[in-house]
């Protein structure tokens, strides 16, 4: 195994603890990917995060086969169907984190409440239809929801985040999870004001130079 694969695989294994261990996810319910060579690296299915190895990590080519000791994770599908839209995007994570799952259960989109809503890359995060976990359908819904944006909730399911690093997409699923529990938090107030689109556009614009991936204090 070459240098720079064993990193993304070692990457990938401590951010899989950081998952659980941040809150944003309990036991292996969520999965988190890569992008490598041809395809990408994803954690097994079925499998505790602190039993993970760099071995034990599986690869998935974009036609779908893989190789690896374990099956990876029957979410497969939906991280393949984003590379293959977004070639920008080099790592995705999903997670059940509570606030989002809320929100996903009751089909709530998160409109701008808060301006770090632009991260997202447009003044609503949308929420991908449901269907049953490891389908087709629901990798051509998280696409869809995933359209000019780096997040997205999951109809009765969770949430997705994606960016160019691994840092970066667990960074946005943390700030995801923040939004959810802010828009919650201010629904129990009545309808909450929202900032106005080109509001939020004014702080995508500013934002364009921050260098994100190093996720400076906004």
């Known amino acids: 195994m070459k240098k720079a694969e064993l ?3 070692q990457a990938l294994i401590s951010h ?20 490598h060579d041809d395809g990408f690296l994803i954690s097994p299915t079925s499998t505790s995060y602190r039993s993970l190895t760099p071995e034990m990590v599986s690869f998935v080519h974009l036609d779908g086969t893989w ?15 984003i590379y293959r839209a977004k070639c920008e995007t080099n790592a995705i994570v999903h997670a059940h984190p509570d606030f989002c799952t809320i929100l ?8 701008a409440i808060h301006y770090m809503i632009a991260i997202f890359g447009g003044p609503a995060i949308r929420v991908a239809p449901y269907a049953i976990f490891g389908s087709q359908a629901l990798s051509d819904h998280v696409v869809a929801a995933l359209r000019d944006r780096q997040g997205c909730l999951l109809d009765h399911h969770g949430a997705i985040a994606i960016g160019t690093t691994i ?3 667990f960074w946005r699923a943390e700030e995801l999870e923040t939004l959810a529990r802010q828009y919650h938090g201010a629904l129990l107030l009545g309808d909450p004001p929202l900032l106005s689109d080109r509001q939020v556009q004014e702080v995508i614009d500013k ?3 921050y260098g994100l991936s190093r996720k400076e204090e906004l």
């Open 7 to 9: 990193a993304k695989r």
């Open 16 to 35: 899989c603890l950081e998952l659980n261990e941040s809150g944003l996810n309990r036991g292996t319910s969520g999965n988190i990917s890569i992008r």
């Open 67 to 81: 190789t690896g000791p374990i099956e990876p994770s029957s979410e497969w599908r939906f991280h393949r169907d």
């Open 104 to 111: 996903a259960i009751h089909g709530k989109e998160i409109p």
């Open 167 to 169: 840092e970066q997409a």
């Open 207 to 209: 934002m364009s130079g």
